[in-house]
């Protein structure tokens, strides 16, 4: 692990007790709706009942985990595995409790791992997912390599993230003032550590933009399902399709 890296997973190891409390003060609730969204196009573009592997990438305290087993009763999908992979021992724990039943029915697995390298077989995965995690892997590239590599083919590759988008408008100048001033005040507040909030719109402003994303997926045989921008484009959902 680099040092950059390293350092990125100390902050969340820090965190951990209070992010899933922050997450949900910081985004009014409405992360919720996102993440239902995710899992109902990924579905959707998979096309199938029965779902052998779900993997989440830096799983963090286990939110789209629990979205897509929750998600997947309601549209009546059955999934045989899922599998959550973080580097953050901190994140883990507070994942490991929150999914506890999970767990305890051997539908869940939870595994310390890095995105750049995930230790899956190949063309073994049916959906990836990653949720607010992919601008903290500092080997995007490697990252991306992997998850296409994992994937079935027709498999399906969920992003949810916070892009380096230049909306123009009023609401968007809004969201981009709230994000870079408000949010880590509010966000250190309720960890005290203002510092790992502080990096959260840095992150944002130093990663690429959704249309280098596409770019670079579609490079890996990933063609573009569906794209949305949410809140004045400060959060988007972008599912893909393996060729």
Known sequence: MSEKQEKIVNMFNAIAPSYDKANRVMSLGIDVSWRVMACTKAFEALGKDKIERVLDVACGTGDMLWHWDNQAKKMNKSITH?????????????????????????????????????GVETCSVDIVSIAYGLRNVVALDCALSEFARVLKSGGVLVILEFMNNQHKGILAQMMRF???????????????NYAAYKYLPDSIKDFVSI?????????????????????????TLYVGVKS
């Open 82 to 118: 899922l599998q959550g992979i973080d580097p953050s021992d901190g994140m883990l724990g507070v994942a490991r409790e929150k999914l506890a039943p999970l767990l305890t029915k051997e539908h869940l697995s939870l595994e310390k791992g890095e995105a750049k390298q995930l």
């Open 211 to 235: 249309e280098c994303l596409q770019a670079k997926l579609e490079g890996l045989g990933i063609r573009s399902y569906f794209v949305k921008g949410y809140s004045a484009g400060i959060s």
């Open 178 to 192: 709230y994000t870079r001033k408000i949010l880590p005040l509010v966000g250190g507040l309720l960890s005290r």
